[in-house]
C-alpha cells in the first residue's frame, strides 16, 4: 500500500511529506523506514508520546500535538504529500480539504487510507465496538462497503479542492485468538486515547465478552486508499 502511494505520487527523499492523526505511528514507521521526510500532527498527547517512542530511530521524523484545525505550519515546509490513516473523517470538513490544499505544493497529492470491515462483520466484533462505544465519544457505525466508499468518493470530489486520481483495495483475513484479538483492539488509538478508568473498564468488558468465546476471531478486512491531487488555483474551490 506504501509503496503504491510512493510509486503513484513519485515523491522522493527532498520532499516534504505531513501526516493527519498518525495515532502510534504505524503508516509513519512504513514511510519513515523509506527514508522519507515526515511531520506529523497529532491531536492526542498520549498518542504523541508513543508515536515519539516508536519513532525514535527515524530522525527526519517530527511531531507536534495539535488539533489539525488550528494547527500552524510556520516551521514546515509546503508538503508534497499529504496522507492520513483512519483519522481523516474525525477532522471538521469544512477546514479540512482547504487547508490540506493550503498547506499542499502546486499539483500535490492527498492519500487517505483506511482499514475497513467489510460486509459481513461477525458479531463478536460488532460487540466489542458497542462496548467501546460506551467509554468513547466516537461512534462506530458499520455502513456496508460501497456506502462507506461511494461517500468518500463524493466527499473528495464535493470539496472543490482535489481532483480524485484513482482508489486502491485489497482484501485481507485476519485470523486471531480471543487473547489476540483483544491486544490488538486495544492497540487502536480509539483505545488508547481513553482515560485510564475508561480503559480499566472497557479491558474488563472485552475479557468478559470474549472469555466464552472459544473459536478464532476470523474477520475479513479491506484496506483501502483514496489519492487525490490539488486542483489548479483557478479550480480550487468549485465543485466537480
Known amino acids: 500500500m506504501i509503496d503504491w502511494i510512493i510509486n503513484r505520487t513519485r515523491i522522493t527523499k527532498n ?3 505531513l501526516e493527519i492523526g498518525p495515532g502510534t505511528g504505524q503508516a509513519t514507521l512504513s514511510f519513515a523506514q523509506r527514508g522519507l521526510k515526515i511531520h506529523c500532527v497529532e491531536l492526542g498527547e498520549k498518542l504523541a508520546s508513543l508515536l515519539k517512542e516508536n519513532c525514535e530511530k527515524y530522525p527526519r521524523v517530527t511531531i507536534d500535538v495539535s488539533p489539525f484545525e488550528t494547527w500552524q505550519s510556520n516551521t514546515v515546509s509546503q508538503a508534497q504529500l499529504i496522507y492520513s490513516a483512519a483519522a ?6 469544512n477546514i479540512k480539504y482547504k487547508k490540506c490544499g493550503d498547506l499542499l505544493s502546486d499539483n500535490g497529492f492527498l492519500a487517505l487510507m483506511w482499514h475497513e470491515h467489510t460486509d459481513d462483520t461477525p458479531e463478536i466484533i460488532t460487540k466489542s465496538y458497542e462496548l467501546l462505544e460506551r ?5 462506530f457505525h458499520f ?4 456506502e ?3 461517500r468518500r468518493i ?3 470530489k464535493r470539496s472543490g479542492y482535489f481532483t480524485l486520481l484513482e482508489t486502491f483495495e485489497y482484501k485481507w483475513m485476519s485470523e486471531q485468538t480471543p487473547d489476540e484479538f ?3 483492539f486495544k492497540s487502536q488509538s480509539s483505545y488508547l486515547s481513553l482515560d485510564h478508568q475508561s480503559k480499566q473498564m472497557l479491558s474488563n468488558d472485552l475479557s468478559q465478552l470474549l472469555s466464552h468465546h472459544n473459536e478464532p476471531v ?3 478486512y479491506v484496506t483501502a486508499v483514496y489519492l487525490a491531487q490539488k486542483k489548479a488555483p483557478q479550480c480550487e474551490g468549485k465543485e466537480a
Open 15 to 17: 520532499d516534504q511529506l
Open 88 to 93: 481523516f473523517h474525525w477532522i471538521d470538513k
Open 135 to 139: 467509554y468513547s465519544d466516537k461512534q
Open 143 to 146: 455502513q456496508s462497503r460501497l
Open 148 to 150: 462507506r466508499r461511494q
Open 154 to 156: 463524493d466527499e473528495i
Open 182 to 184: 483483544i491486544k490488538a
Open 218 to 220: 476470523n474477520k475479513e
